[in-house]
């Protein structure tokens, strides 16, 4: 390695923050605090543990945690033995989180008290395990069940008092893996997309510009740390000088709380969490500007329109877990200052264009028979597969070639997403690959469909689902979920989208629901809703 | 190499720009402008020039411009082929322009037409340099020579017209040489400065964070851009997305004027360009904030306290030509906010930090008989050598193995500059390495007394050398210039000198002189000084 070369890692960021911002918060919790200088000791203090726990280079740590600073630490701690963070959905089931478990090979477990219940069935299971750690946390609830054969993260703290060899706050080789994140696929097994130091440290500072984070940003953990790593924030914040509000769950109230106390500056969430925030009690007129970056969905161009009149300036992104979180952003232009508040929030709800950091978006042709990428026309209509690749993409999914190698067939990883790419290079999202509804031989963009019916003002989530039809072999039906004290029935809604959309693509059917099925993460999933459709048919696709 | 790695270089930004925002201003020069679109499409045009003109893949090209459209074109059509960018520093002489063009075998040389005169005698006299192209500029001079065997500009682009192939925004290499930048060294031959695609995509985000740059920025080009690629700003802005303001000569008036016009929100420059911007007739409050960001010898309090009076913030940086520009900050804290304004501008008058992309700066101990590198203790006031390493700091001197090596000894590049640590880990610069005067067996910083007397209302600028001293072996003197319509004696001067600074630091002699002498990129030239004061000495050094 030449003399001018530093391999580039997220680590950095925490040695510089802690040498030029000791005194400053790092991480708010409830009453308690931590200033960059004391992030900084108590991650040494936990790799140390890591290492006396006999952890060594490329071993898989474990981590099922809420928001909570334990879980911000084990984004530095771990990688500063040269370990891999695995970092588990809070809400899985234990023969989930045992499965992520077994297939990592993870050695050490921490495990906030909260999932002691999730974890405490594993003990004696997992041959590789050789410690589980378990964290109380003064601001969550008093641990209800012991885990056998666990430590508490004191006493394994205590571990390594007496251990004062200097820690290396670098890494001999930037592409190392630093965290393994397990996708929360629909149907299957998780597959776990790993992730590198130089990923990670080019990703964060590429958050740092879409959301434009500065060493006065008070970020609020709305998007759980689990999840892409927080799109690289837990790290990008560190960069930045930032501080970080922890949050142990997503509801309006704590969120509208901490907001007004900590002059939160910026959040990130699914729409999901928009709408909890925007539909809380406490929800009020903010005195300034609060940017929210929401990716997993397009927001509806009356969400985006509804937000900023409140104070709120809106970041859309895209991307997926293989991406590191977000990989496009929806830049704002200048020219869409003269468009109308309803046509300039359409452009804000596309996917948009690369950050800076990343390679470009792609939109190609699928089902060719052979693997070459063939851009489809940026015509806004021609719909193709979103394929995406670079520093920022996925090395590949932990222990999984043949997934890997169909991944990235023909050299960029694909997305399985469908969209288009409009004359001006933004891409669209128009549908999950899978979602795509296709009536009398005619492609029907569910989010299209969707976007018409949360127009409406009754209404306060929808999913679209293609449902069997004789003649047309599938036709759009809605799922609709209303705004609380709103009344409409299925009749209005109908009414409302048909004069949106063209007569073909409008439902036929509005269900209306009490909620709608998701995932852990918030992802609205839409095979249970077709499960139930498609019950009598033998196949899942007419056409 | 992997899939997932795509090579950092900054010709991604242009190709990015100009596909997110084709229709924004990128460059403005007088009346005419380019969009980012227009930019992309004058950089393909010239890539395609250079490979016309058979410039292959790691050539020199070599420009000789001020700061004009085209000089920021080269910054991406140079690399756009895989060659290298040499921008010669505009005020030399032309046995030096001579010397560089031989140096690095030079094979394309693209001059402006008021630097016709410098180049016009080189005619036949270097057997690499194929092709001189002359381009003129409708906001410069009329040409007044002609250069023997040289194309006009315009000639220079239609000789690819026919050229359609696609060009490659990407390279194979980081690590490949982007740029060469000869040091304008005060003794001795000058040394190229190799700068690779990484360490210019990396100090880009660098100085994005520190100067605060986004889409909305408009930066004045101030500071040369021959000097380190213009601390990598040519490639910043368009990474940001903002607007670069064109300026071929640096005076109070047209600088004023721009930013009057134009809205400039940033601009970057040396000390005598603060002091130019500031003395200006048509100097006036503004009425937003305008971010100077300055390098090159620290500003006094006094002006720092003057400037941020009128509405600047001020950006205090510090790096070399080895460093591409600056690699540490005097980065805000808050707890500044409550320090007299006079203890403030002093703690911002400090070079700080490393920025989020460096790698530490470290303040060795130096004349240790070893290489060994040893930290000298942060008290702020034992000196040592500044030592800077990783992606920023060049990656060798051109063709000088030699060199590189001695300047890279124990493996951390030496800047020739002493300085001190604070124990808040912030370095401050006391001396250039060749400045220090030893007196009576006391180092004194030669910054520290120039500090002193410029605190002094009418002086302008300040010079202070080591002088020969019968008993103390050496003694300060200053050399002072006046602010306009001001007047003060020697005899003032010193006797508010010694209020400040210890009498043993303090000079015995002022003399007042119309101006100082200065090299091309305005630093102060001492060892002009020094040579009247030393003539009739055998040796430079008393002790």
Redesign the interface.
Known sequence: M?????E?TPL??LH?SA??????PAVVHGTSSWTFHELFDAVERRARALRAAGVRPGDRVAYLMPNVPEMLAAHFAVPLVEAVLVAVNTRLATDEVRWILEHCSATVLVVDAEYAPTVAPLAGLLPHLRTVVVATDPHGPEPTVDVPDSVWLDDFLAGADGDTAPLQWAIADE?ATIAINYTSGTTGRPKGVMY?H??AYLNS?GQ??TS?H??DSVYLWTLPMFHCNGWCTAWALV???GTQVCLREVRGGPIWQLIDRHGVTHLNGAPTVVTTIMNAEQAHQLDRSLVVTTAGAPPSPTTILQMETMGFTIVHVYGLTETYGPYSVC?????WQDLTPEERARMQSRQG??M??A??VRIVETNRSDDELVDVPADGTTMGEIVM???T????YYDDPDSTAAA?TG?W?HSGDLGVQHP??YVELRDRAKDVIVSGGENISTVEVEQAVLSHPAVLEAAVIGVPDEKWGERPKAFVVLRPEQQAGADDILAHVRGRIARYKSPREVELLAELPKTSTGKIQKFELREKEWASEGSRIRG
Chains 1, 2 share one sequence.
């Open positions: 030449e003399t001018w070369i530093t580039l950095s960021f510089r040498t030029v911002l000791p005194d400053k592409r590198t130089r990923g500072l740092i510009q434009a500065d060493a960069a930045a000088g830049q704002w232009k200048d020219e264009v690369a800076v950091v390679d470009r690749r670079g520093n993409v996925m090395k590949g990235f050299g990883f001006d290079g």
